[in-house]
């Protein structure tokens, strides 16, 4: 069993950025993929961005790619999402997600999710 906690989120102006972490229990954590997804008030959860276990592969949605950055150590459990540039657009709530033997686009391919952290990006 692997619990995720999210941390990071808050309020932020246009351009600005922030970054959130996603913190793992479990002796497992590197041998999953993890991935950021979202969620903005009346829409689906969508895919934001994906490291595979090692770290050597990473994959990002079309509207974030060249402003977030996805990494992960797997000394301290921890996957983070550093977000520049931000737009209001990227207001959502923020999940993590893992338990994949590979990257997944889909949100079923996910065994364990975090709670969520808010983003609000003001213009």
């Known amino acids: 069993q692997v619990q995720l906690v999210e941390s990071g989120g808050g309020l932020v102006q246009a351009g600005g950025s922030l970054r959130l972490s996603c913190a793992a229990s479990?002796?497992?954590?590197?041998?999953?993929?993890m991935a950021w997804f979202r969620q903005a008030p009346g829409k689906e959860r969508e895919f934001v961005a994906g490291?595979?276990?090692?770290?050597?592969?990473?994959y990002y949605t079309d509207s974030v790619k060249g402003r977030f950055t996805i990494s992960r150590d797997n000394a301290k459990n921890t996957v983070y999402l550093q977000m520049n540039s931000l737009k209001p657009e990227d207001t959502a709530v923020y999940y993590c997600?893992?338990?994949?033997?590979?990257?997944?686009?889909?949100?079923?391919?996910?065994?364990?999710w975090g709670q969520g952290t808010q983003v609000t990006v003001s213009s």
């Open positions: 479990g002796r497992t954590f590197s041998s999953y993929a």
């Open positions: 490291v595979s276990w090692s770290g050597g592969s990473t």
């Open positions: 997600a893992g338990g994949g033997g590979h990257v997944y686009y889909e949100q079923m391919r996910y065994n364990y």
